[in-house]
């Protein structure tokens, strides 16, 4: 398959309509979260009665994985697993050691809301899981709980922080999306409580994902003025990315506490840079995180596809693509129906 798939180094990856090859893959393994922060899963959305996807709708372990190869035999050299929620989903451990098994795959990730990170972490370093990145909003309860949404307490995400950390899960990274006059009076708090611990503070945008969330131009706090704010009180310098396609600008403290990150992904779109794919749960291929519609794998898979044929597919799929939404989205003329972020995980 790797003769006709590209060379396992992937210098043969395909290259999108503009150029950009396929590098980056996000595994979305459930649709559920144990949370329902106000930017993602609205609980007047996300409620008692809405309807999740089945269980037979899932994709399971072993047709993820083979979707895995498939990609990486494509160019894909970094997989992130995702959600909803990824450590809600049952035995994701025994996921995580076949995904740690496919030769050519370098980097092995997962984001998390950290609820459950704690007591699993080790497990999921032993497995073969290279990193976590862990979702933090505020240092501030009452500010935190608002955004979760279920009176989850910072500490235990902290716990969670911690734990990844004591396992080797590094550098940890920590996410806060800053919603202006909700926790943007959080950046400084933050900044001076994960300088110099080794972990990575990455500021995000608030971000029109989906289309719940009520997302406002107005409410969106530049990660210029983030930067600005947090250089006026520890002088920053910027960072070189580390690959293509990295989306977080990076930036040093001089005084060598470490770096942090910021996700310009509204004021300072990076799609021409976009390497990246999404997999959903029930194993639509989307690619864009603002993408309208899937591309159904899973049929292929139940189907009977052979592996080249889910390539041939794939391929085809990439080699066609031409999504910008970033860039362009200040020239629709009208607002387009966008997949929720918690069946792409973001």
């Not at 995580?96 to 795959?105: N, V």
């Not at 899937?294 to 794939?314: K, P, T, V, W, Y």
Request: hydrophobic fraction near 40%; glycine fraction near 8%; proline fraction near 4%.
């Amino acid at each position: 398959m790797a003769g006709a798939l590209g060379s396992a180094d992937g210098d043969r990856s395909p290259g999108d309509a503009l150029g950009r090859p396929l590098r980056d893959l996000r595994v979305s393994v459930t649709d559920r979260c144990n949370f329902r922060c106000v930017y993602c899963m609205p609980k007047e959305v996300f409620g008692r009665d809405f309807q999740f996807l089945q269980r037979e709708e899932l994709l399971t372990f072993e047709e993820i994985t083979r979707l895995a190869r498939v990609f990486v035999a494509c160019g894909v050299r970094k997989i992130r697993v995702t959600g909803g929620e990824p450590l809600v989903r049952r035995n994701i451990e025994r996921l995580i050691e076949q995904l740690a098994g496919i030769e050519g795959l370098r980097d092995l990730t997962m984001t998390t809301n950290g609820a459950l990170l704690a007591p699993k972490a080790r497990t999921l370093r032993e497995v073969g899981l290279r990193r976590v990145t862990v979702s933090l909003d505020s240092l501030e309860d009452d500010v935190f709980k608002a955004m979760n949404d279920v009176d989850f307490p910072v500490a235990r995400v902290l716990e969670g922080i911690e734990a990844a950390a004591r396992a080797a899960l590094t550098p940890v990274k920590v996410n806060m999306v800053v919603k202006r006059g909700v926790n943007d009076h959080s950046v400084l708090d933050m900044a001076d409580h994960f300088r110099g611990t080794g972990h990575v503070l990455r500021f995000i945008e608030y971000m029109d994902v989906g289309m719940t969330n009520g997302w406002r131009l107005e409410e969106v706090v530049p990660a210029a003025e983030i930067v600005r704010s947090i250089d006026a009180v520890w002088p920053l310098e910027l960072v070189e990315p580390n690959y293509r396609g990295e989306v977080a600008g990076r930036y040093r403290y001089r005084d060598g506490a470490g770096e942090i990150g910021a996700i310009a992904s509204v004021t300072q779109p990076f799609c021409r840079d976009c390497t990246r794919a999404r997999l959903s749960a029930d194993g639509q291929l989307y690619t864009c995180l603002f993408a309208s519609r899937g591309h159904d794998l899973r049929s292929l898979l139940r189907g009977g596809a052979s592996d080249e044929e889910i390539a041939e597919r794939l391929i085809t799929i990439w080699t066609r693509r031409t999504d910008r939404h970033s860039e362009l989205r200040t020239a629709e003329t009208r607002p387009l129906p966008k997949v929720e972020m918690s069946r792409i995980g973001g």
